[in-house]
């Protein structure tokens, strides 16, 4: 049984890298919910389709489309002051948005490694710069997608970039999402030392077939080159219907709690969301520490001085 997401007529929600896949799955059961969605996209144009779409399938769907680019700080800076400065409250951030696995190393604007750049550090200057406006309305939310990838992820301190040792496209992968997972718990334990009224959420899709697992391969190839996202698998899989629900559930149920990570219930991969364990690697608190402090230096964000009256 599908997951129904609750009523969230008056609620805004940004949902990032939401023109395919998960995020456009996303925003559209969240639009047909009454809620108010801004699609964060790198290529309006693709946004401005995605947004045709969603129309089509909910008539009176209330979304929007603005420019992001997480893999360019001051695209980051940009969007989160226009959604700052636009006079409208903002509910909850969706940090969907991501890259897997180029075929080479490659840098964003700012000179990070690509995966970590967009999967980790761009999501987490947007939360920081969102923070301010998201705790202005009752019962904020940020949910944070992560990959059961994660899992054999390892943060590497002392070479985040992936600058001083042989560049593995999967291991950068898992690492930025080990990292994305570190910063859901790590948001999670800030808003309850600082009593904020904010709830902070993980989620994985398991295995979902969407065009993630080719994008990023598809970086520099040839238009006659390019891979066709997969269709069938030769291990269990499941369409965005399903694998979106665990970040929907985050988002959006009355039962999500603090800090917890969601994922599909049948080996990771699959099946209805559940509450997902959480693998040894993200548990450490000193290193979520040192990583979110890293982050801060690397992005030149930090944490709102006080809530907002």
Do not use: C
């Amino acid at each position: 049984m599908h997951f129904q997401v609750p009523q969230q007529v008056g609620r805004r929600f940004v949902v990032t890298g939401a023109n395919s896949g998960t995020g456009k799955e996303t925003a559209k059961r969240l639009a047909a919910a009454g809620a108010d969605v801004l699609l964060a996209v790198r290529t309006v144009g693709k946004g401005e389709d995605a947004a045709a779409e969603i129309r089509d399938a909910v008539p009176g769907a209330r979304i929007e489309v603005r420019r992001l680019d997480l893999a360019d700080l001051a695209s980051v800076r940009e969007f989160a002051h226009g959604v700052a400065t636009d006079g409208r409250p903002l509910h909850a951030l969706v940090n969907n948005a991501g890259v897997m696995v180029p075929p080479r190393r490659t840098a964003t604007t700012d000179g990070f490694e690509l995966q970590f750049g967009t999967n980790f550090l761009g999501p987490f200057a947007l939360t920081n710069l969102l923070l301010p406006t998201l705790l202005a309305s009752p019962g904020s939310r940020v949910a944070t997608m992560s990959s059961v990838a994660a899992n054999f992820g390892r943060i590497d301190l002392a070479d985040l970039q992936w600058t001083s040792r042989r560049y593995s496209a999967a291991r950068a992968y898992a690492q930025s999402k080990l990292a994305d997972l570190m910063l859901g718990r790590w948001l999670a334990a800030i808003a309850v030392g600082r009593g904020w009224d904010l709830l902070s959420t993980i989620a994985h899709p398991g295995y979902t077939r969407t065009n993630l697992q080719t994008a990023g391969r598809n970086l520099g190839r040839s238009a006659e080159a390019q891979l066709a996202p997969a269709s069938r698998t030769f291990i269990p899989s499941q369409g965005v219907e399903t694998g979106a629900e665990p970040l929907l559930f985050a988002v959006t149920s009355p039962e999500a709690q603090q800090g917890a990570y969601y994922g599909p219930d049948r080996w990771a991969l699959v099946g209805p969301t559940h509450r997902a364990g959480f693998p040894r690697s993200s548990r450490s608190q000193e290193k979520a520490r040192l990583l979110w402090s890293e982050a801060q230096r690397l992005t030149g964000t930090g944490l709102p001085a006080a809530r907002p009256a």
